[in-house]
């Protein structure tokens, strides 16, 4: 350690450190035709910045840097989770992917723009680590070939409609705070100012996080895209658009709440969460093409995560919010359910396998990979002793705790709505044990058998997750004066 340093200024180069090295190693990449040495140089990289940013998030300290970024146990857990997320992606991409060179070079940026959302203490920061993001991954899309040019090109547009979106409402908040902080706005003029900008952050971010109406695009998508693409877009990018909400709704305009008493953010959040649950769920139900089935699932997901924003902005202080530990909680669980479940599609997706009638009889070509989404399935329905069960019995009962009991009863049916179209893949699956064997690649099993994992232990130990996630909203409610005192 460098003399004139502290551990915990160590600690955030040794995560920022391996990000330079992995942008570098990535643009180098391109050069070379060694498509092992950039898969090992980039998990590993991927791997150290995991581990140095989980072990930040078990500090418990908090500290700025660079002026636009704040190192501390939300950022620490929240990044360590999505860089682990992204090396899952990279070992599902490995031998699956005829330009891996160039796919890890965007993977770099990627991983910046979530390095920026995670750790800003700047809207501006937000900003760039959202178009890092987007546009990264919509660059993946277009260089897998000139089939996919439709999903590139639509992901493309709808980030600069977004970035437009989010360029305006900050410009509004600015007279209130020129440096962009992300801190509470302050109340000193028109209040219908205020409430148009929140309203455009949050018609920008449901682009990002597949909030309704913003998310028609998911579907198309999802589903045009390469299926590790397809993985990241859901486990990372979407959650990348829900920790941005979470941000800026919970730390800026929770002032709003709590200065005058007006419910506009957490009426707007009601509205959004309601709507995105029923328009995700009712249209899974009639998909006949199971990735599309997938992306509509993913958006009812986003759904539950608002439950947890909404349940937060109701209460109007984030100290003991369990409305923030909830989202959190929920945001790193279903990333493990939803990229284990798109490796499995990804793998499938390249046998032909593509639409309900072809899984059928699944289960006697593979018995690993026909239970093991059903596993996945299961946990996302919310059923016990998965994760996906304990995330949602925090959500629904922060939502109880904090006023938002019809939002909760909302969320419950909706669950009950995804049961059955989970249960329609299961049976397909199950129906009948016949075919030729199939013999899963090593890595799809890898990710799949970890993401398992986190599924069934943190469901029956959500302890091990529930703590740092009570941490990570601490130090998120450290951003705002409202809830000191």
């Known amino acids: 350690m460098l003399p004139y340093m502290s551990g915990n200024e160590f600690l955030v180069y040794l995560i920022a450190g391996p990000l330079f090295l992995l942008i570098v190693s990535g643009i180098i990449s391109m050069f070379h035709k060694s498509e092992r040495l950039s898969f090992v140089f980039t998990s590993a990289l991927l791997a150290v910045m995991s581990v140095a940013a989980f072990y930040l998030a078990t500090l418990g300290t908090s500290f700025s840097f660079l002026g636009i970024l704040q190192a501390n146990s939300f950022s620490g857990l929240l990044f360590g989770a999505l860089a682990f997320g992204l090396l899952l992606v990279e070992i599902l991409s490995y031998g699956r992917t005829v330009y891996l060179q160039e796919f890890n070079m965007l993977l770099s940026f990627v991983a910046f723009g979530v390095f920026m959302v995670t750790f800003a203490y700047s809207l501006i920061a937000i900003l760039v680590g959202l178009e890092s993001v987007i546009l990264s991954t919509a660059f993946m899309i277009l260089a897998s070939g000139k089939k996919y040019l439709e999903p590139a090109v639509k992901l493309f547009l709808l980030g600069a409609i977004a970035t437009a979106i989010f360029t305006f409402a900050l410009a509004l908040l600015l007279p209130w705070d020129p440096s962009a902080a992300l801190t509470p706005a302050v109340i000193t003029g028109s209040r219908f100012v205020l409430g148009l900008s929140l309203v455009l952050f949050a018609g920008a971010l449901s682009i990002e996080a597949a909030g309704f109406p913003f998310n028609f695009w998911v579907p198309d998508v999802y589903e045009g895209s390469p299926g590790n693409v397809t993985a990241l877009l859901a486990g990372i990018n979407k959650k990348v658009g829900l920790i941005a909400m979470m941000q800026i ?189 199939m013999q899963i690649d090593k890595n799809i099993a890898i990710v799949v058998c970890i993401c398992l994992a986190f599924v069934i232990i ?10 740092p996630a009570t941490s990570a909203a601490s130090a998120l409610a450290s951003y705002n004066p409202f809830t000191l005192g």
């Open 249 to 437: 709704l919970a730390v800026v305009f929770i002032g709003y709440t709590a200065t005058l008493g007006a419910s506009l953010p957490a009426d707007l959040l009601f509205i959004i969460a309601t709507f995105t649950m029923f328009f995700g769920n009712l249209a899974a139900l009639v998909q006949s093409n199971v990735k599309r089935l997938f992306a509509y699932s993913s958006i009812s997901q986003a759904g539950y995560i608002l439950v947890g924003l909404a349940a937060a902005e109701h209460i109007a202080t984030l100290q003991g919010n369990t409305g923030i530990q909830a989202a959190i909680f929920y945001i790193i669980a279903h990333m493990f359910m939803i990229i284990g479940a798109f490796a499995i599609i990804f793998w499938l997706e390249s046998k032909n396998i593509n639409t309900l009638n072809d899984y059928s009889g699944l289960s006697g070509r593979n018995m690993f990979v026909a239970v093991s989404l059903s596993i996945l399935m299961l946990s996302m329905a919310g059923v016990p002793p998965l994760v996906g069960f304990a995330g949602k019995f925090l959500l629904f009962s922060s939502a109880v705790s904090g006023g938002e009991a019809l939002l909760a009863f909302i969320g419950i049916i909706n669950s009950f709505i995804s049961i059955y179209y989970y249960a329609r893949v299961m049976n397909q699956m199950f129906l009948r044990k016949e075919g030729k064997a």
């Open 458 to 467: 943190v469901g029956i130990y959500p302890q091990i997750l529930l703590g």
